[in-house]
């Protein structure tokens, strides 16, 4: 037999009696107070604390709204139908709302098994959206979801808003037709870029793809300053952990463990960071960081925190070295940086702590603390600045745009940068909430600059 025990990852974010059960959403009757039925969620009944979930959100992301009140005259996406996945949140549920108020029909499903909040997919539910998506799916699920994104009857998706690249790589795998006659791809993850990267450079990207995750606004403010906020908030609710003076670990140098970095040190933690990139370890040296290789650290540190969007950061090797008590977690999107499935055996044991908190105990008494079985912390354990989402959603819903609208021809079969005009509206909409009042050249300051004093201001190999 078994020593191990497995943890029960958690059902729902919104607790309830009926939702703790073990009967899974697809063997549930579906249905809304409209006699609508092509969902699957855990509970209809938690649609109205959804909605004003969604209304708080709509709060603090002033541009978006804004973008939905300037275009939803004109329907810039009437026509377009779009298959989504990415984490159903409060925004993420702003972003649908409004692509379907600039015209588009959607079908949806989550990117992240943990990540889903529960009551946000009930509200889009009983607003009449195709929503397929619960906290704690099992892998097999995961799946299913994606699916049932992609076939329906009538429903031909000629768009795809991808995060993390699962959706992508399924139609391709199983639906080339449907591929084929598709007019672009939207993708926000480090992750998703670079397998998308991966099939344009091998021939199989038959349509184009915008890569959103590298436009300036992704970058620094959903990677940075959102991970600077969102990776302490994270760690607060599941381990209750003081930073002042614990040895933090954070591997990658990015912009994620720039803003990990960041915060960390602002609550007096000691940080190290380990890196593959002179560049990114330079800044990091520049930035009063150790720079140091993992094996250095490994049976000191207390928390270690992976955000490179590699594969096998962390391995059972040195979680073995680990000491006691250490906590270990990931702020990258996938949830290959650390090697979970090496911990599946069976000298140890797992002991379910609190939702998505688990002990993993080895036969000597000795017990890491993992969180959210290693895929993303923040939004599987907290919640993200809605703020920020403004900017990056608002971000996809421009590039869903140009990419449905852009005449034949514009876009070839390869992935794309968002145009910097974009990224600088994008930033421009926001600024009014901080009552910021940008400066304007005079013709003469232009000229001698060589810019249209609308823009764009700086050139695509500016370093922002």
């Not at 949830?335 to 105990?361: F, G, M, P, Y």
Request: proline share 3%; aromatic share 8%; hydrophobic share 35%.
């Amino acid at each position: 037999t078994l020593s191990r025990e497995f943890s029960t990852t958690s059902t729902a974010s919104y607790s309830s009696s009926d939702e703790e059960d073990d009967i899974s959403p697809r063997e549930r009757p579906q249905v809304n107070s409209k006699g609508f039925t092509d969902f699957c969620i855990r509970n209809i009944k938690h649609a109205d604390f959804g909605r004003r979930e969604i209304e708080i959100a709509e709060q603090e992301m002033p541009a978006l709204m804004d973008l939905r009140k300037r275009a939803q005259g004109d329907k810039p996406l009437n026509g377009a139908k779009v298959v989504g996945c990415t984490h159903i949140s409060a925004q993420s549920a702003v972003l649908i709302e409004t692509l379907s108020q600039l015209g588009a029909k959607v079908r949806w499903c989550c990117c992240n098994i943990y990540s889903t909040q529960n009551e946000v997919a009930a509200a889009l539910a009983e607003a009449g959206y195709s929503i397929f998506a619960w906290k704690g799916q099992e892998e097999e699920d995961f799946w299913w979801c994606i699916e049932k994104c992609i076939t329906a009857d009538g429903w031909h998706p000629n768009m795809i808003l991808d995060d993390g690249g699962d959706l992508t790589h399924s139609i391709i795998k199983k639906y080339q037709t449907i591929f084929r006659g598709m007019k672009g791809i939207v993708e926000e993850s480090v992750t998703g870029v670079h397998r998308l990267y991966q099939l344009a450079k091998t021939g199989k990207l038959s349509i184009p793809a915008m890569n959103v995750n590298d436009s300036v606004t992704k970058q620094k403010f959903d990677n940075l300053y959102s991970c600077r906020e969102s990776v302490l908030d994270g760690l607060k609710r599941t381990t209750d952990i003081m930073f002042g003076g614990k040895q933090v670990v954070v591997c990658g140098y990015g912009e994620v463990g720039k803003g990990c970095c960041s915060a960390l040190k602002g609550l007096g933690s000691v940080v190290y960071v380990t890196e593959i990139d002179p560049i990114c370890a330079l800044q990091a040296c520049m930035d009063g960081i150790r720079v140091v290789r993992f094996h250095e650290v490994v049976k000191t540190a207390d928390i270690f925190i992976t955000c490179s969007g590699n594969k096998n950061v962390i391995t059972r090797d040195s979680l073995d070295k680990m000491k006691n008590g250490a906590i270990v977690c990931n702020m990258g999107h996938s949830n290959t940086e650390i090697d979970v499935a090496s911990l599946k055996t069976n000298d140890l044991t797992w002991e379910k702590v609190r939702s998505q908190v688990d002990h993993v105990i080895w036969p000597d008494g000795k017990r890491i603390v993992l969180l959210a079985e290693g895929r993303l912390l923040n939004l599987s354990c907290s919640t993200v600045p809605s703020f920020v989402l403004s900017i990056t959603h608002c971000t996809q819903a421009l590039a869903l745009i140009e990419l449905f609208n852009a005449p034949e021809g514009r876009y070839k079969q390869d992935v794309y940068l968002l145009p910097k005009k974009m990224d600088e509206y994008v930033a421009s909409l926001h600024l009014a909430t901080f009552d910021a009042h940008l400066t304007e050249l005079t013709d003469d300051q232009a000229k001698y600059l060589g810019l249209n004093k609308s823009g764009p201001f700086k050139p695509n190999y500016y370093r922002y």
